[in-house]
């Protein structure tokens, strides 16, 4: 049994679901870190080291479908450890 695949939104290579951030939509203008990966709604996946790229090129607000707020997506990334 394979595990699921999902794509990273920063480099657009294909993974392990497990080896991705998920990021959803907080209901506002920000998001959210889904960590165990089970919070309603679209998700927007990546590889730690791929935070940068997808906020640059503004692909969470476009996987999300959502008008958000950039600062504060990369004030979310920011506190993580290894972000």
Do not use: N
């Amino acid at each position: 049994m394979t595990a699921p695949q999902r794509m990273c939104a920063g480099c657009r290579v294909r993974a392990d679901k497990q080896t991705l951030l998920r990021l959803v939509w907080d209901g506002g203008s920000g998001v959210l870190l889904d960590e165990r990966q089970r919070l309603p709604g679209r998700g927007v996946y990546l590889h730690p080291e791929c935070a940068a790229r997808a906020l640059k090129s503004r692909a969470i607000g476009r996987g999300l479908r959502r008008s958000i707020d950039h600062s504060a997506a990369a004030r979310t990334l920011a506190a993580l450890p290894f972000g």
